[in-house]
């Protein structure tokens, strides 16, 4: 079955630098993939999504690549705030998976410093 | 943005007792799913609902476990009886027809002990 590994499991960088974040997978198949951002009590509110047929996707300060060749996903925060501090959460699915059956990373804790 | 309600936050339980974890979707939903993550581990799919019934379900969902969602009420996931290794946080989701969009709850930390 799927395995996704995320690196890194914590990640510190100071206000205003880039924080990168990076998901490997291993089904050929998977179709689907996305950023989930989860504070402190809160949901996991989602960030970014792409189908496979996409390569990159660039919104709001937030920018998801995707090589399919290398079979990673990474989503880079341009300019971190402290207001981003979260633990992010790569997730993704097969074409088949049809009813949310997502296979999530382990998470990464991220930490802005003002 | 859309809203998904986990009812209790934390629940702490004795071994062998039942427990009903509630969850209040976000409201013209119609796939609801179930998600478990063991302190320190990945989270990790149990089962999808959809139109009364038990669409998808892992093997995590073990036959202790059940999910319903009487009348558009609370979705629920019920185990009974709980094991030690039911100890995680549980997570709802919902969705609408894009079946890869899911909304997340908070989680609901359950401690059997």
């Known amino acids: 079955g799927e395995q996704v590994e995320q690196r890194p499991p914590h990640l510190s960088v100071r206000e205003g630098d880039s924080a990168i974040i990076i998901c490997t997978y291993t089904d050929s198949a998977t179709a689907y993939f996305s950023w989930y951002k989860q504070e402190a009590g809160a949901g996991l509110q989602l960030l970014m999504s792409?189908?496979?047929?996409?390569d990159r996707k660039e919104e709001q300060g937030l920018t998801v690549l995707l090589n399919k060749k290398d079979k990673q996903l990474s989503l880079n925060l341009t300019a971190a705030h402290p207001g981003d501090s979260a633990v992010y959460f790569c997730a993704v699915g097969g074409r088949g998976s049809a009813l949310g059956r997502l296979h999530f990373g382990a998470g990464t804790q991220l930490i802005v410093i003002p | 943005g859309p809203k998904v309600l986990q009812i209790p936050s934390h629940q702490i339980i004795d071994m062998g007792q039942m427990v009903t974890l509630n969850c209040d979707p976000v409201?013209?939903?119609?796939?609801f799913y179930w998600y478990k993550q063991i302190l320190g581990q990945q989270m990790e799919f149990l089962v999808n609902f959809y139109n009364g019934k038990v669409m998808e379900k892992s093997k995590l969902f073990k036959d202790q476990f059940s999910v319903e969602r009487p009348d558009g009420s609370y979705f629920t996931l019920k185990i009974q009886p709980t094991a030690l290794e039911d100890s995680a946080v549980y997570f709802c989701a919902s969705s609408l027809a894009d079946k890869n969009t899911l909304y997340f709850g908070a989680g609901t930390r359950l401690s059997v002990l």
């Open positions: 409201s013209n939903h119609l796939y």
């Open positions: 792409v189908l496979s047929n996409v």
